[in-house]
């Protein structure tokens, strides 16, 4: 008869998946997508209000991608495309009910859901198959059976998003990407799978761009036609792979697929029950035939045990016993009482638990209990106590003895001593510890450039590995004395941290000096110790007992130490101990190194960054007001000094004045204005030859001048010069107020550098002053009447068009007079040129002198004619002012002898005015202000006239 075995029927919940991914039914795609990748499922259960929705699987993942739509706002319960198939958890116990809904819906999963519609598991092709033991089903079946042949081929140069489409519209779980080979073939290379595209599209990449072989699954495993599908189940569950491709054995030309799918359609449900019963009558019988067998054997076991058992038993080495469910010894070989030291009758009749330390009896017990409900051999690990009051460790095998009835009678067991492979295991664990803890120190230091997470967790962890009270460290103080930074210790004893220890007992020669040369300091129990009297009564206080100390150094010099104290008792340190403390302190110094380093590049940077902020505002600026104060607030912010001054030199006063001064608090006396003497001053004597002074402490002056100056700012000076054109300006003027303070060379550097910068800024300011003046005079002339000293005819045309647009947007009236000098060329005639000239300029000077506000503007608009421009002006007040001009020019008394208008130069003044519109322009009010002067001179001249036009549209715009 064929032998067969099957897996267990009853009961398969083995492969009811607990571990369910679950997602409410409103999660967007994108993020069920991620969820799915991260848990490494192909399922995810939708559920509302705890029942359940639906399933959402890979399928339904390819369909949502190849929509196109953005899957952050698609819900997962609209991307559903069929009905979760469902289990009853009855149904979930038999294997024929699992194949059957699966063969039936052609379904990816089965939910398993309670009598609430609610999921507790899911059933999978691949649960199912890890459960499949040896078969004969699957041995009689051959893979050109069974494998799918109409399959999707791809080329590896297609695109993700290609691919992606396929498989939507094949309705397909896999493509196989192939390439062409010799004579047509096409050889498999890689197979995409729904889950490589939800992990392809959890990653946010661009399908459009990505080729397939970005996401091809690993290489290949394939079968031939003819091999069982029991070789291939085995295959794919050792490769861990769902899919396998079907090549010809000569060609290697892709034949088809075999996935979890077509082993599960393999197994018809049908055949099954017919094995199954089989199975069952063989079972049966066989199961009788052993039953017998086995009465027998015992029955010759138990006729022979009283005659050689035991006295083959007690040459044994190993120990053995026997006892009864209840604990009772009933057997010891001579090794057991060798072992114990105790007679076989003394042992017999107790109960071999007594022998267990007290604290391991109920586990011991517990667990030498369930050999009576085990079915063969339980092993147990424990201690015992030795003869000696020490404890060692054992290993027993027990086995129990059970009647015809199937009670148990007696239990057997035989046990060694692996008190040696113990303590092995024990210090190879320590060692790992070690090497683990060394190893994450090392990591945490080059990943890390925190010292204080670094110095914190190394506690912490030192502590766990020694398993003792308190770990420390401690850091030494410029004087000897120190600070506990770091530690941590045992809730039942008191905390040091931040404590400073100076105590008299801790002298320098005999307790800090040893640890300078590398001493390591190893106290037992500090009452046997020998320490002096104050030592142990400071330890004491800190509740210490035992203490282990090592130092760290920072290069060559003592940084601090690292402590390991045991506050309970006294601890004998081991080597291993002192060895990894020694390494953890090198870890550290390693630590303080980076720190430094690390600390000394911040402050650099930082130096630049407040050097690069002085230099880009003296470059930004031609204020000196606004550099200076720049300057000194950014150096006494950077160099960590009390006050920055700047002082410039008056060679013609003989003295230095404060002209920009930054502190660091109100109370230091202000430096701006401060005049401080340049003669009998040896200080400003260096500055003047262009040396840097340095003085460390004030009170090494001796000149009285300086000596003065320093009742009010004692402390340490550093005085740099500035010099602009090759001569001293000033200086630049640092102080660390009322304290000695020796200048290094980096805060000198600084200084030169913001000094050389000042003197750049200095000279820069006054070539711009002088640019200003010299652009301001340019101008002047450009815009002024060389003769009149009155604004000319470009200021004229510029002022008369600037305001016409202004007053057109405001609507306002804007009056001009043009005047001329009445016979003006019978002056020059008569007087000469030179006279005609100074009369020019008396009447401008009159007609500049009769105007009253700052906007109105006198021009002289040619030869002998002057142009006056009046803002906001109505004609009536264009008037008054053309009166009063009038009266002004004759009030010179200029003699005008050829005059046929009187004994005095006079002038004609033509008045026009309007509200700027959009349809006039200036050329406009200046043709009406002309025309109006023609008519003043044609009636007579010495008079004004205004423009009539110009009067009716001012009228007409009131």
Known sequence: MVQIQLPDINPFRANLKKEMLTVAQDTPVSVVIQKMNRRGTDTALVVNGGHLAGVFGGRDGVAAIASGKALAGVPVGEAIAHAAVTLSESEADNLFAILDAFHNHQTHCLVIVNSQNRPVGIITPASVQERLTPCDLLKFLRVDEVMETGILQASAESSVRELVNLMYQSDAHCVAIVESGAAGCRHPVGIVTERDLLQFQAQNL????????????????????????????????????????????GDGQLLGLVTQRSILRALNPADWLEVATTVHSSRSQCMSELSLQIAERQQCLHQSRETQSYNLL????????????????????????????????????????SLIPEGDRERVGGQVAAVATTAGIMTVEHQVLAPDGSRRWQEWSHRAV???????????????????????????????????????????????????????????????????????????????????????????????????????????????QPYTRGHVHRVEDIYTAGLADCYVDLLSELQVRANLVIPIFQGEKVWGLLAAQNCGGPRRWQDWEVHLLQQISAQVSIALHQSYLYRQTQQQAHREQALNRVIRTIRNSLDLNTIFQASTAEVGRLLGVDQVSIYQYHPAARLWQGVADYRRHSQIPDSLGLEIPDRDNPLAAQLKHLQVVRIDSTESLQDGVNRMVSANFPGAWLLVPLEVNESIWGSLSLLTLGRNHPWDVRQVDVARTVADQLAIAIHQSQIYRRLQLANQELKRQATIDGLTQVANRLRFDTYLHREWHRLKREQQPLSLILCDIDQFKRYNDTYGHPAGDECLVRVAQALQGGLRRPADLVARYGGEEFGIILPNTTEAGAVRVAESLQTAVEALHISHVASDVGDWVTISLGVACEVPTIEGSPAHLLKSADLALYQAKERGRNRYYVDPVGCDRLEKSG
């Open 206 to 249: 661009d399908g459009e761009g990505a080729s397939v072989r970005t996401i091809v699954s690993h290489p290949v495993i394939v079968a031939a036609p003819q091999d069982s599908l029991w070789t291939v189940h085995r295959r794919m569950l050792q490769s861990a792979v769902r899919q396998l491709a079907v090549v010809g054995d």
């Open 314 to 353: 007690d040459n044994f080495g190993d120990l053995i016993c026997c006892y009864t469910p209840e604990g009772i010894l009933t057997y010891v070989n001579r090794a057991y009482c060798e072992y114990f030291r105790q007679p076989p009758e003394k042992l017999l009749g107790s109960n071999f638990l």
């Open 402 to 512: 059970t009647d015809t009835g199937g009670n148990v009678t007696e239990i057997q067991a035989i046990g060694r001593d692996i008190t040696d492979r113990k303590q092995a295991e024990i210090l190879l664990r320590q060692q790992v510890e070690r090497e683990r803890l060394l190893s994450e120190m090392t990591q945490r230091i080059r990943r890390s450039l925190d010292l204080d997470e670094i110095l914190n967790t190394t506690v912490v962890e030192v502590r766990q590995c020694l398993d003792i009270d308190r770990v420390l460290i401690y850091q030494f103080d410029p004087d000897w004395s120190g600070t506990v930074i770091v530690e941590a210790v045992a809730p039942q004893h008191p905390s040091i941290k931040g404590r400073k220890l100076s105590d008299k007992c801790l002298s320098i020669e005999r307790c800090i």
